[in-house]
């Protein structure tokens, strides 16, 4: 490629994400089955849940209609059933003796309509309401703000008592045939079952059956945030839902540019305290490794409620609480499940950010470009006090990729150092009026021409080579959710040298998440006192494309800035030493001391940030080649 290169980014986004859409379509990913807006009141024991495990279904067993396609009734027969046969044993399901695919039968149809709308229809399943009254018959506006600090004996509880994570944390979701190590979990444990009074879901893919399985349907109230292209799609599914009491739908905008919501948030309401989860996976059983061939990342932590009617001033809010409530606030959530979130001590989460991506245009005279997209990364970085002219390096982990471009890259750089993305447009700008009437692009200044020439050097993406997924225990058939063309691959624009391939440390895993690790690269004279260490994390659902981060250009009409969004997403930025430390297990994982050897025998040090971000991959990563060449999924090698 070209030093040269123009800062105009011209990635294909609908392209990009037609191709990713069929490609997952193709591939089966799992249903999406998708009820209706309600409010959610969860409950917390901190006792792993014990809810039963699905069996993973050939697609010949699997039921398909509308969203009330489901046998409520039948279902839970078949529940209690397991549930007999299993009693007395680990909710952790026995290794199976052969790796079982995705269920083909249950592709991904979610927020597809506008490219398989015969395939959209009647593929989404929900469970119907359980007969004799058992389901609640209203919802309350006050789940989530009345206190309830009686265990059921009786006994009162302080607000902290149930807190498992006060201070966050971060942790790899469980793989069924993988020793635990305390550094993973499982949905269960996620959800309290217990415990759980109401549950706000987001999702880009949905198993509502496996989903409903995982809660208690009865005592648990659901709000389930999900895509719906169109008004009849949402009436359709209201209609579908209109007899679950428990059950309420949600649908954010998808006008204009708007493609894709494939934001995950869990807000999980308890009577003690409500947790916040922000995952990289969706709602389906093989995202949270029933299956053992796929793996994630969930941050979480625990916010206990205030005492009595106490509520929170929104300018006394963190900057995390501020921008989560504004991000539900965009999504469409009820008011008075939003005005809840003020019944709850948000303090510990002053030291992280949350991360959002809106769908749509953001431009106006209050600026909110500034606090989402890239720009609001790097609104948040600032925010935090992280902001810094030093050279940085990025490591970002991603399971989709499209025609990103090195101008992209250097968006997505700056925003790591504090900046609100104008700089970048600046460059991009100057370099096209320079280049207007003339047939070769104009040079760029020597600042951005040096952040171009440096790109390589200062990212690195992870993402699975052909072998790594041929060699994986599903194989190719279980790479449905990673996503990649040889065509964007090939492109004289697209930066090769970035790219490593992403192997598991739990070897044979493929991974789904998305994590951005930053952090300042050592220089010579240690002696400059501006010169200082700086590490952070981001984990959320953005992947490594400008669709998930935005793009910033100036409105044509009244010439001033406006960000771009074609996907909603969300994540949480977290400097390294603000989360608690995970425990790591002496019997099983990892052994006792701080040096691992990965079964490749690369050897993986575990430090203490290892232990409050864990680090799914081997590092530094083999660089791609043509000789290493990247899995592609639309050639299905």
Known sequence: MSKSEPLEIESSDDEDLKLALAMSLAHGESPIHRPTDTSIVLTSTNEPGKASTPEVKDGSDIKVGGLAGLDRKAMEAER???KRKRDGKSISPPARKRVESMPVSRPCTYGVSKFDKD?????????????GGEAPSVFLSNDLSTPRWANRKGETLSPTTSLQYPRGVVKKTWALGYARDGLDIKIEEVFQRKSLKLAVLSSFQWDIEWLFSKVDIPRTKLILVMQAEDEATKQQYRSETSSMANLRLCFPSMEGQVHCMHSKLMLLAHGTHLRVVVPTA???????????????????IDLPRLEGQTKAELDQMTFFAKELMYF???????????ESLTCFDWQETKNYAFIHTIGGAHMGADEPWRRTGYCGLGNAVTQLGLATEQRLHLDFVTSSLGSISRSFLSALYLAAQ??????????????????????????????????????????SVFFPSQDTVARSKGGPQCAGPICFSSKWWNAPTFPRKILRDCISIRRGLLMHNKILSVHTEPVQDDSRSQNRVLRWTYVGSANCSESAWGKLVYDAKTKKPKLNCRNWECGVLIPNGSLQLNTISTNGGYPPTNDAISDSGRRIRIDEDERRVPVPMEYPGIEMSDSIKPWFFAEGS
């Open 80 to 82: 209690l059933a397991r």
């Open 119 to 131: 395939r959209l229809s009647g593929k989404i399943m929900v469970q119907r309401p359980i007969s």
């Open 282 to 300: 969706n709602l389906v059983a093989y995202d949270w490794g029933e299956n053992g061939v796929m793996e994630n990342s969930v941050f979480m």
């Open 328 to 338: 539900c606030k965009r999504k469409g959530l009820p008011e008075t499940v939003i």
């Open 418 to 459: 504090g900046k609100d993305g104008t700089q970048e447009l600046d460059w991009r700008v100057e370099a096209s009026a320079r280049s207007r009437g003339k047939k070769t692009q104009a040079p760029l200044n020597k600042t951005a021409s040096q952040l171009l020439e440096s790109v390589d050097e200062r990212i």
